[in-house]
């Protein structure tokens, strides 16, 4: 069973960045990742995903241009470097993968998920 751990949550100022990690328990070579946010009182929501094989992404508009995804599949890991970071952005941040899936934006597609990584965005 794949395990997803997230890191690199922490506070910043707006303006600011940050880089987060989903490291896996196995390969992810196979698996479409997807990075999801949900801040309080708010329904989760799509932040951006990456496909296993051909490497298409897609990002929610509130992110694209701000936002990026990618893989390191020597590291098992998939980062996402976020940039000009506003209050707006202040969250838990969860990655969830889908085997052999392409980067679909819907949560429920995702079968396994992270524990999550805060993400405050203040100053």
């Known amino acids: 069973q794949v395990q997803l751990v997230e890191s690199g949550g922490g506070l910043v100022q707006p303006g600011g960045s940050l880089r987060l990690s989903c490291t896996a328990s196995?390969?992810?070579?196979?698996?479409?990742i997807g990075w999801f946010r949900q801040a309080p009182g708010k329904e989760r929501e799509v932040v951006c995903a990456?496909?296993?094989?051909?490497?298409?992404?897609y990002y929610a508009d509130s992110v694209e241009g701000r936002f990026t995804i990618s893989r390191d599949n020597a590291k098992n890991t998939v980062n996402l470097q976020m940039s000009s970071l506003q209050p707006e952005d202040t969250a838990t941040y969860y990655c969830?993968?889908?085997?052999?899936?392409?980067?679909?934006?819907?949560?429920?597609?995702?079968?396994?998920w992270g524990q999550g990584t805060q993400v405050t965005v203040s100053s």
């Open positions: 969830a993968a889908a085997l052999y899936g392409t980067a679909w934006p819907d949560a429920e597609l995702y079968g396994i």
């Open positions: 196995v390969g992810l070579r196979n698996y479409a």
């Open positions: 990456i496909s296993s094989s051909s490497g298409a992404t």
